[in-house]
């Protein structure tokens, strides 16, 4: 459901909190915000599978997601994302699969950005993407931390 005045309001303010849009400039902010869809998910509800690519930014606006990862054949809850926070933007922004299964852990709302639309607001404000893309991997070390390094090289003596 496209979002009403009120709530366009309070989702420009949202995005400008959430550090995936740190940086950004205002209107294409609002251009998102006119693409945004609100949505109400109930208890339970699958976002994203693991290895999905699903071209679809979540912004959590209530409630709280789970954040699931299968580790040595066990499901293993990694995270709790709770609003408002984001989810989804590896496979929205980079085409790449999700990296964990994300549930509802409650009843919650949602604005829902598609990729599609995603591009057209960067097609129009194309210097959205470098912040975007920098932030994302901002995110990304808070969230799950730094790469390893790779193991040392075995000693061929």
Known sequence: MKLSAVQELGALNL??????FAACPEAPLQAIVRFLDAKEVSSGKVFLMDQEIARTLYILVKGSVGVWKRIGGEKKQLATLKAPDFFGERSMLEEAPASALVKSEGACQVYV????????????????????????ADVRLKRIGPTPPPPPAADPS
Do not use: C, T
């Not at 995005?15 to 995936?20: A, M, N, S, T």
């Not at 950005?113 to 994302?136: H, T, Y």
């Open 15 to 20: 995005l400008k909190g959430l550090p995936l």
């Open 113 to 136: 950005l598609e990729r599609s639309q995603f591009d057209l607001v960067a097609a129009q404000f194309p210097g959205i993407l470098e912040p975007i893309r920098k932030n994302m």
